[in-house]
């Protein structure tokens, strides 16, 4: 942990009214000479049994000490499950939560020590996907590796249990589907045809999480993950019978996926795990320090407001709202893109949908002089990407 642990006496904060404003990159470091760039991390779906055997073959002095850190703090074998269980089990929601964040710290640790990637000096922003926002923290040094190992298990066996409970007492299914439009101005419609849906089925509410209505109930816009995608989470009865109203009375009739998901992540259901994130968080360590450092080594992009957090009481109270909150996948980028220039993306963990979904707004490596979306999720790939940012490091930023 000793490359990300360090407070940042180096990096960026004036404080304007109580709160610390994080200074851009030239105002703290004087003009790049490299390509801004962000760092960012998967979330669940990208579980494959096996994920970390490449890295631990590849690279074992390294892998193998972090593989029985995970163990150890965790209390259990899921390094175990990640090599050898059943796809069911890596499935399951209090396993493959913390196996995908694990794994891409892991990834993020062999590029540091194998390949002396100095992870402060050539990244200036990290953001994750949903439950890749955790090792984004990580990543950014305002969580450790195991506090936040720790966290993920906990958040994840709550929202585990949340599903169970839900369908004990409602029956049903609850579950995540992903919608797929032609286009930006099609995705923009429908996410309104959504909402009025949703305002209409609740009577007397002006928003479908209000509080009179049953979670179980309600259906929200789990994700917006690019101009033409979303996610709908909830009660897949309620799900289906919205895609039929689209399809009679509001003219829209997207493709639709059934993600392979045990819960109904970033819904109402998951309240109980935001009030258990809520009192993690808010709990001081049993040596009297705050689990969250701040500042961290860099900015971190926050998935509720789709910007980086300001400030240790709003990070708090972002990460625990993000249990059931919108993901602002597609507003963080856009941010990073327009309004941070950032050039270089680099993705860190398995599979591709991540590397993916940044790709189809920002345009794919080579688009851009010094620029470019790269993904990590092999021993190959790393020695790919280390030498392709190393080619890119002295581009100009304009």
């Known amino acids: 942990m000793k490359g990300l642990s360090r407070a940042c006496s180096r990096c960026g904060g004036s404080r304007v009214g109580g709160e610390r404003r994080w200074m851009?990159?030239?105002?703290?470091?004087?003009?790049?000479?490299?390509?801004?760039?962000?760092?960012?991390?998967?979330?669940?779906?990208?579980?494959?049994?096996?994920?970390?055997?490449?890295?631990?073959?590849?690279?074992?002095?390294?892998?193998?000490?972090?593989?029985?850190?995970?163990?150890a703090t965790?209390?259990?074998?899921?390094?175990?499950i990640i090599a050898e269980g059943t796809n069911s089990q890596l499935t399951l929601t209090e396993n493959a939560q913390p196996a995908i964040m694990a794994t891409s710290i892991l990834i993020l640790r062999v590029m540091e020590k194998e390949f002396g990637f100095k992870t402060e000096e050539r990244v200036d922003i990290t953001l994750g996907h949903s439950l890749g926002e955790f090792a984004a923290l990580v990543a950014g040094g305002y969580l450790s590796f195991q506090d936040s190992l720790k966290m993920v298990r906990k958040r994840a066996e709550v929202m585990s249990q949340s599903s169970k409970d839900?369908?004990?007492?409602?029956?049903?299914?609850?579950?995540?589907?992903?919608?797929?439009?032609?286009s930006e101005q099609r995705m923009k419609a429908l996410v309104s045809g959504i909402r009025e849906f949703l305002d209409l089925s609740s009577p007397g509410s002006k928003s479908d999480s209000a509080e009179d209505i049953p979670a179980v109930q309600q259906v929200l816009v789990a994700n917006i993950n690019s101009k033409n995608q979303i996610v709908l989470s909830g009660s897949i009865e309620r799900i289906n019978m919205l895609l039929t109203n689209l399809r009679q009375f509001g003219g829209h009739d997207p493709r639709h996926v059934r993600l392979k998901s045990d819960s109904p992540f970033?819904?109402?259901?998951?309240?109980?795990?935001?009030?258990?994130?809520?009192?993690?968080?808010?709990?001081?360590?049993?040596?009297?320090?705050?689990?969250?450092?701040?500042?961290?080594?860099?900015?971190?992009?926050?998935?509720?407001?789709?910007?980086?957090f300001k400030n240790m009481e709003q990070l708090k109270d972002l990460l625990a709202r993000s249990c059931v909150e919108t993901v602002q996948w597609w507003k963080s980028v856009k941010y990073l893109h327009e309004e941070e220039k950032v050039k270089r993306y680099i993705g860190i963990g398995p599979g591709k949908v991540g590397r993916n979904l940044v790709g189809k707004e920002v345009g794919m490596k080579g688009a851009v002089k010094g620029g470019g979306v790269w993904g990590i999720a092999t021993p190959k790939e790393m020695e790919e990407v280390v030498r392709a940012l190393d080619d890119t490091e002295q581009a100009d930023e304009d």
């Open 266 to 308: 970033h819904s109402p259901l998951m309240k109980p795990a935001q009030e258990m994130m809520k009192q993690l968080l808010y709990k001081e360590k049993a040596d009297g320090s705050d689990i969250i450092t701040w500042p961290g080594v860099m900015p971190c992009v926050s998935n509720v407001t789709g910007k980086p």
């Open 166 to 182: 839900a369908v004990e007492r409602e029956g049903g299914e609850f579950g995540m589907v992903a919608l797929v439009c032609e």
């Open 24 to 71: 851009s990159v030239v105002e703290l470091r004087g003009p790049a000479k490299r390509p801004k760039t962000a760092l960012f991390f998967p979330g669940q779906g990208v579980q494959r049994v096996g994920m970390a055997t490449p890295w631990l073959e590849a690279f074992p002095n390294t892998a193998k000490p972090i593989l029985e850190e995970i163990d």
């Open 74 to 80: 965790l209390d259990l074998p899921l390094t175990r």
